[in-house]
């Protein structure tokens, strides 16, 4: 048996770490992992959040390999090891989030055809954002998806407009690819990056230990452009009309006490959703539910494992 801390800290045995080619010729680190089965379950594409690397979620992963899925998952442009969008290799930047859905959607197109179905979609925080926008704009019909702690909208002083506008002016203001703020993930905060993240110190670790690995993997803050890009991207993903019109059956899990994305806003794109379910949880979880202590993590396994049996069936 796999003690947790190795399956968080060890590539599992028949995985693979590669590269994938978008059609502007950028490359993108992937990391793919065969279903064992003699029957695949089906296939899994998962999506980190902003500055995440997919070693974070070796362990969820491990999990849904044991029963049966193949998973495939890779780095979101400009961070990970996909490469950098500034001089300064620990600004995470990007010019606008539509060069995120063009990555994903050809992504999408290639890998669907070479897995087995039933394919799911799932992201954590920016992924799970971007997930829900490939659906509105069908850059990807997969057969059931799941939204993570998505993010639908971001905390900011006042109002989302507000701060949205102040983004601006700061951008504005110097280079737009310059760092917002120094450190941590969320300005002007006393909380600690693991209480921001997660109530379980050991898997708050894996990250650190991952970087320590493979240095060139860690990123930092966000730059003022993709501060500003990511206020309009939620914005207009809740104003859509779009949003109203996705046929996927989703299932989103909400930490109602999360200090990195807005709930309500998620709660509020659950509601659009023609065929969601939403699962809610309280102060017991921080931002990173699938990494968070094990009650926590377990039932948010758990509530994945019952929508995946009920609506990806092969």
């Excluded at 010019?95 to 954590?124: C, I, N, Q, S």
């Excluded at 110190?201 to 003022?224: C, T």
Aim: proline share 6%.
């Amino acid at each position: 048996m796999v003690s947790s801390e190795s399956a968080r800290r060890t590539y599992p045995d028949g995985s693979t770490i590669s590269f994938w080619t978008a059609p502007d010729g950028w490359q993108l680190r992937r990391f793919d992992w065969p279903s064992g089965a003699a029957v695949p379950r089906g296939s899994i594409l998962f999506q980190g959040g902003r500055g995440d690397i997919f070693e974070k979620y070796l362990e969820a992963f491990r999990h849904w390999h044991d029963e049966g899925w193949a998973i495939t998952s890779f780095d979101w442009r400009g961070q990970g090891g996909s490469g950098r969008l500034t001089d300064d290799p620990h600004v995470g930047d990007i010019d606008r989030f539509g060069t995120y859905l063009a990555d994903y959607g050809a992504f999408w197109k290639e890998w669907v055809t070479a897995t087995p179905a039933p394919h799911v979609a799932m992201g954590h925080s920016m992924g799970g954002h971007l997930v829900c926008r490939a659906l509105a704009k069908v850059l990807a019909a997969p057969d059931a998806a799941v939204l993570i702690a998505p993010m639908m909208g971001l905390h900011a002083p006042i109002s989302a407009g507000f701060g949205e506008r102040i983004a601006d002016i700061a951008m504005k203001l110097g280079n737009p690819k310059r760092r917002a703020w120094k450190s941590n993930e969320k300005p002007g905060t006393t909380d600690s990056r693991l209480s921001l993240l997660t109530h379980d110190p050991d898997r708050y670790s894996d990250e650190p230990w991952w970087w320590d690995q493979k240095p060139e993997i860690q990123l930092g803050p966000p730059s003022w452009r993709w501060v500003v890009r990511a206020f309009e991207s939620t914005r207009r993903l809740r104003a859509s009309k779009r949003v109203k019109r996705v046929r996927t059956p989703v299932l989103m899990l909400v930490a109602e006490a999360d200090k990195l994305v807005r709930a309500a806003d998620a709660i509020k794109v659950a509601g659009l959703l023609p065929d969601a379910r939403l699962v809610r949880f309280g102060k017991e979880s921080a931002h990173e539910i699938l990494r968070e202590i094990d009650p926590v993590r377990n039932r948010a396994l758990g509530e994945i494992d019952i929508f995946l049996s009920a609506r990806a069936q092969k």
